[in-house]
C-alpha cells in the first residue's frame, strides 16, 4: 500500500493516520506525518500550498545543523513552529560505503548509536509530538531522505500508541517505494551514483534486526522511554493514544 502525499520536490511525505493498533483502535489521520527534508519546499509553488493546507502547526527537523546551513530548512511561516533538533551524534555518509557493506547490521547499530546518544532531543521530540497531540493540531518530522532518522522516531511513536511490531517494520519499508527518486534526486545534484546499493533502501530486514537489538538492549520502547529519556512512559502513551487514536 502506497501511504505517500503527492509532492513534486518531495519523495517521502507520508500520513502516519490509519495504521492498526494491536487492541483494535486506528491512529487517526491528518495529525501526525514523516517526511524527507522539507528544505526542498520553495514558497509560491504548488508544492507550498499543498503542504500549508495540510494545516501543520509544528515542524520538527531531525538533521545536523551543518545539514540545515547546506541543503536549506523548510521556508518560514506564521502558521509552524520549526524546531531542529539533530538526534544523531555520530554521522555517517551512506555514499561513501562500500559495496560490502551489508545493509542489515550496518544500519541497525548505526539506530543503535542514535538511540543511546540522541536522548535529550528524541525526548523533547516526543514531548511536542505529545503537545501537538493534546492540541489536535498536526505536526511533521522529517530528516534528509525521510527513512533512518525519522524511521526511528516513527517507530517509537508507533510503538508508544501500541502498533505492532510487523506494523512498524511495514511503516520503514515503505521508503522502498521512493528509494528510486531518492537516489535520482542525489545522483543529480552529486553529478555521479551513490557506489553503496544500501542507498535510499529501507528493507524490513533493518528494522527488525535494530528493533530486536533495541529491545535486548533497553527491554522495549516504554522501558527505554522511562530509563533513558527520563519521561514518564505510562503518561506519555495515555496522552498520544488519548489524542491520536480512534
Not at 81 to 107: F, M
Not at 111 to 116: G, Q, R
Not at 162 to 190: H, K, M, N, P
Request: charged share 25%; hydrophobic share 40%; net charge negative.
Amino acid at each position: 500500500m502506497d501511504r505517500h502525499i503527492a509532492f513534486d520536490a518531495l519523495h517521502n511525505f507520508r500520513d502516519l493516520g490509519g495504521y492498526p493498533t494491536l487492541d483494535g483502535l486506528r491512529v487517526r489521520p491528518g495529525l501526525l506525518y514523516r517526511a524527507d527534508s522539507l528544505g526542498k519546499l520553495r514558497t509560491g509553488t504548488a508544492d507550498w500550498s499543498r503542504f500549508l493546507s495540510l494545516g501543520v502547526g509544528t515542524v520538527i527537523d531531525l538533521r545536523h545543523p551543518w545539514e540545515v546551513e547546506k541543503r536549506g530548512r523548510v521556508p518560514a511561516d506564521a502558521s509552524f513552529t520549526y524546531l531542529n533538533l539533530s538526534i544523531e551524534h555520530r554521522p555517517y555518509h551512506q555514499a561513501t560505503l562500500g559495496t560490502d557493506i551489508e545493509p542489515d547490521p550496518y544500519l541497525a547499530e548505526r539506530y543503535l548509536e542514535v538511540a543511546e546518544d540522541g536522548v535529550e532531543e528524541i525526548r523533547r521530540a516526543l514531548e511536542l509530538v505529545a503537545k501537538s497531540a493534546e492540541a489536535e493540531v498536526p505536526l511533521v518530522f522529517h530528516c534528509a531522505s525521510g527513512k533512518d532518522r525519522t524511521g526511528q522516531l516513527a517507530a517509537l511513536i508507533l510503538g508508544l500508541l501500541g502498533v505492532s511490531e510487523e506494523t512498524i517494520v511495514e511503516d520503514f519499508s515503505l521508503t522502498e517505494l521512493a528509494t528510486e527518486a531518492i537516489v535520482a534526486t542525489w545522483a543529480t545534484r552529486e553529478g555521479r551514483t551513490p557506489p553503496w546499493p544500501g542507498f535510499g533502501r529501507a528493507p524490513g530486514a533493518v528494522m527488525r534486526r535494530y528493533l530486536k537489538s533495541f529491545e535486548e538492549r533497553y527491554g522495549g520502547v516504554e522501558a527505554y522511554v522511562g530509563e533513558a529519556l527520563s519521561l514518564d512512559a505510562e503518561d506519555l502513551s495515555a496522552t498520544l493514544r488519548a489524542h491520536l487514536l480512534e
